[in-house]
């Protein structure tokens, strides 16, 4: 009795090859796809770290990117000179700059030329301001408050100035920084005390520039008495008067 052993067909074996080959096809396009986002991923959180690590930086000095300066090529250099610094390891070459438009504080552009649109494209999408141009994406980074920030503090009133047109006073002088735009101070006592035996009625803290106009100078006035008599209050309980600040900068 003759066996037969049967196999399979030429078309049978054609149908599965074609199975195995598109599944292979298949799968190398997500491997690939995969692939690209994983790159556009890296390349997107590594903009966010140089924007974080630009925003803090410009809060420890005094509200200005590293490199700032007027003109259209301000903020040259500023990856590099983070890089120097320790803020972050960039391993893509990104384009910073902060170009000065009109009295605008300058906004902060990173600029990365990616190797074609559809990368450039998927990187834009991970970014929350950004514009793309073909293989190009650009990402916009705001200063604090959309200028140069707020800083805050307190100073006692252990200087003596000259208040033009009015005369001596005792009191504060606060240095201005550097700011574009829209540079304001806001100032209120923490001490207050009459400064003699006939009470209170009222109090202001006044502010005024300094003749060169790089300080402000703060000092209290308190009026008292039944001639509502104006005194220049120095100290309070033998302790200088202190003044807390707040200063914003394109606010």
């Known amino acids: 009795m003759n066996k037969?052993?049967?196999?399979?067909?030429?078309?049978?074996?054609?149908?599965?090859?074609?199975?195995?080959?598109?599944?292979?096809?298949?799968s190398a396009q997500t491997y690939l796809n995969q692939y690209d986002e994983r790159i556009a991923e890296n390349h997107a959180m590594e903009m966010m770290t140089i924007a974080n690590a630009a925003v803090s930086y410009a809060y420890d000095h005094n509200f200005r990117w590293l490199n700032e300066s007027d003109g259209a090529e301000g903020c040259e250099g500023l990856v590099t000179g983070m890089e120097a610094l320790s803020y972050f390891d960039a391993i893509f070459e990104y384009v910073p700059s902060c170009?000065?438009?009109a009295s605008f504080t300058p906004v902060l552009q990173i600029k990365a030329t990616l190797e074609n649109e559809?990368?450039?494209?998927?990187?834009?999408?991970?970014?929350?301001?950004?514009?793309?141009?073909?293989?190009?994406v650009t990402m916009f980074v705001l200063k604090p408050r959309g200028g140069g920030g707020t800083s805050f503090?307190?100073?006692?009133?252990s200087d003596v100035f000259t208040v033009?047109?009015?005369?001596?006073?005792?009191?504060?002088?606060?240095?201005?920084?550097?700011?574009?735009?829209?540079?304001?101070?806001?100032?209120?006592?923490?001490d207050i005390c009459a400064g003699s035996n006939t009470g209170?009625?009222?109090?202001?803290?006044?502010?005024?520039?300094?003749?060169?106009?790089?300080?402000?100078?703060?000092?209290?006035?308190?009026?008292?008495?039944?001639?509502?008599?104006?005194?220049?209050?120095?100290?309070c309980a033998g302790d200088d008067v202190r003044f807390q600040y707040t200063i914003t900068c394109g606010g």
């Open 4 to 26: 037969r052993t049967q196999g399979f067909t030429l078309i049978e074996m054609l149908v599965v090859i074609g199975l195995l080959a598109v599944m292979a096809t298949f």
């Open 99 to 101: 170009p000065v438009e």
């Open 118 to 136: 559809d990368m450039a494209k998927m990187v834009a999408s991970y970014l929350p301001a950004s514009k793309r141009e073909g293989t190009d």
């Open 153 to 157: 503090g307190v100073v006692s009133a």
């Open 164 to 190: 033009p047109g009015i005369g001596t006073k005792w009191g504060a002088e606060l240095l201005k920084p550097e700011c574009g735009a829209g540079l304001q101070l806001f100032v209120r006592p923490l």
């Open 200 to 235: 209170m009625s009222a109090y202001s803290v006044e502010t005024v520039d300094s003749d060169d106009g790089q300080f402000w100078l703060i000092y209290l006035q308190v009026t008292h008495g039944l001639l509502n008599d104006v005194d220049n209050i120095r100290s």
